[in-house]
């Protein structure tokens, strides 16, 4: 079966402006999480969308939005970009409840000049 | 909150058996899982503990005390492909928090 999908793979946006990611997950699975990994901070949760609804928000602020279509596609939003932003976000999709494994994409690589 | 605690950096030798532990400090602890992260690469799931004691899967094995709060991760027979980052992760697929990752380099 395919896996989870992120589109697009790389990203060069200008501090002030907004972005979107998008995710599709394995079909079948509900639960779409979304974390920002960059090398001094590591993996760091954003949240997680289960039957289009946030079920659970990490520590970030509210720059960082997002949202899930009925077919369980999910994207990611970010408004007024800080250099800081700069990351790799990956999206990890499971089939939600207590489920252990999570199935990650390859993530999106997003440069903020 | 959850926060884990694991080493930044283990190295070992081909053939060898390398343990890499992970403490942690959680509330609403649901179970312990370990993920592999090639440069580059997105994290794959290798394992998870929901109980207390040792779970197997080829040439890894996990293990988890919830009265310690700790758990680890033991790779055996080591190969060059198992150089990588590990990380120890807190909580359900949903919601996890992860551990900084601790890089395991294999050589020769």
């Known amino acids: 079966k395919a896996g989870v999908t992120q589109t697009p793979r790389y990203l060069i946006k200008t501090r002030g402006q907004q972005v979107t990611l998008s995710c599709s997950p394995i079909s079948g699975h509900r639960s779409v999480s979304w974390y920002q990994q960059t090398p001094g901070q590591g993996l760091q949760f954003l949240f997680e969308y289960f039957s289009e609804t946030q079920r659970n928000k990490g520590n970030f602020p509210g720059r960082f939005s997002g949202r899930q279509f009925s077919n369980s596609r999910s994207e990611m939003n970010v408004s007024t970009l800080e250099l800081g932003d700069s990351a790799l976000y990956l999206c990890a999709s499971s089939l939600g409840g207590e489920a252990a494994e999570a199935f990650f994409g390859q993530g999106t690589r997003l440069t903020v000049v | 909150g959850q926060s884990l605690e694991q080493p930044s950096e283990v190295t070992a030798v081909e053939g060898a058996i390398v343990q890499i532990n992970c403490t942690y400090q959680?509330?609403?602890?649901?179970?312990l899982s370990w993920y592999q992260q090639h440069d580059g690469g997105a994290p794959t799931f290798l394992s998870y503990n929901a109980l207390d004691g040792l779970e197997e899967t080829g040439r890894f094995s996990s293990f988890l005390s919830r009265s310690d709060s700790y758990g680890y991760l033991l790779l055996q027979e080591l190969q060059m492909k198992d150089s990588a980052s590990y990380f120890c992760?807190?909580?359900?697929?949903?919601?996890?928090?992860f551990g900084d990752g601790t890089t395991l380099t294999v050589k020769p």
């Open positions: 959680t509330s609403g602890f649901y179970g």
């Open positions: 992760v807190g909580g359900d697929a949903g919601k996890s928090t």
